[in-house]
């Protein structure tokens, strides 16, 4: 197994959890870039446009700037400006998603203001459904978009996660919504632009310029994070500072090549490699 020249990190759980860094997160990373090793951050999240990513990560101690880092509804302003540019989309997402999308070109459709929302809304020119992490979500957004599946607008997502770390505990993410629309069509998601996707994992490595044989993916997540990177062909590391615990590796078919207590434990790993 080749020494990772590049590490992929995830963020909440991983480097940080609400506003603080997570224990030995800020060394670990400096020490692995005194090494030489390329870093970039990948969130699931697209509640906040690259920028202020980068500003928080800089703020934490570990310098960045927006090249660094890709969320889940930047892959999916990527892809679709390249693959499919003229649909029109209803978001079920909050605003900055909105605008990422638009600064890819894309065309938004506005919410049906004139219809009542606890009636048959009737979703005039939606061609796709994009469903997101939403905190703003209400019955109206819900029904549109279910009236649109039905209708046969296509299904897309920015990510899939079942609910979002924060300190104290979790808030319900877009996995939710997406199961709550798939139940009641009987559609499924047809592209998923975030994490466990390999779509995701793909404009990552574009960044870094890497082979996957040659990237490391470091998470706290089982079902994502180490899963994609796995699928990925990329080499793997579970951090025990967010959502996943020694038990739950222990259950595992194909656990992770390393398990880590922090981030501050990579720098050593690399001597096995020696």
Not at 47 to 62: C, F, M, N, Q, V
Not at 229 to 242: F, I
């Amino acid at each position: 197994m080749p020494a990772p020249d590049g590490f992929i990190f995830d963020l909440d759980g991983t480097v940080y959890l609400g506003e603080s860094a997570l224990p030995n997160a800020v060394e670990g990373i400096a020490e692995l870039r005194r090494m030489g090793k390329r870093t970039l951050f990948v969130s699931n999240k697209p509640l906040e446009p690259r920028e202020k990513y980068a500003r928080k990560l800089t703020g934490l101690g570990i310098a960045a700037s927006p090249d660094d880092v890709i969320t889940s509804g930047f892959v999916l302003g990527y892809h679709l400006a390249r693959t499919e540019p003229d649909l029109n989309l209803y978001v079920v997402g909050e605003q900055n998603l909105l605008n990422e999308l638009r600064g890819h070109g894309l065309k938004i459709v506005n919410e049906f203001l004139d219809q009542d929302p606890m009636e048959v809304i009737d979703p005039i020119g939606v061609d796709a459904v994009v469903v997101a992490f939403d905190r703003t979500l209400t019955y109206r957004k819900l029904n549109t978009a279910y009236q649109a599946l039905v209708k046969g607008a296509r299904f897309f997502a920015t990510n899939a996660d079942k609910m979002c770390p924060m300190p104290g505990g979790g808030i319900p993410d877009a996995g939710g919504t997406i199961a709550a629309l798939e139940h009641m069509t009987g559609r499924t998601v047809e592209l998923l632009a975030g994490k466990p996707s390999k779509l995701i994992m793909s404009v990552a490595l574009q960044r870094l310029d890497l082979p996957a044989e040659r990237v490391m993916m470091v998470g706290d997540r089982l079902e994502t994070d180490i899963f994609m990177g796995q699928q990925s062909g990329m080499q793997t590391a579970v951090t025990l500072t967010g959502a996943s615990k020694r038990e739950d590796i222990a259950r595992m078919t194909t656990p992770p090549d390393h398990i880590i207590e922090n981030l501050g434990d990579l720098p050593g790993l690399m001597a096995q490699y020696a």
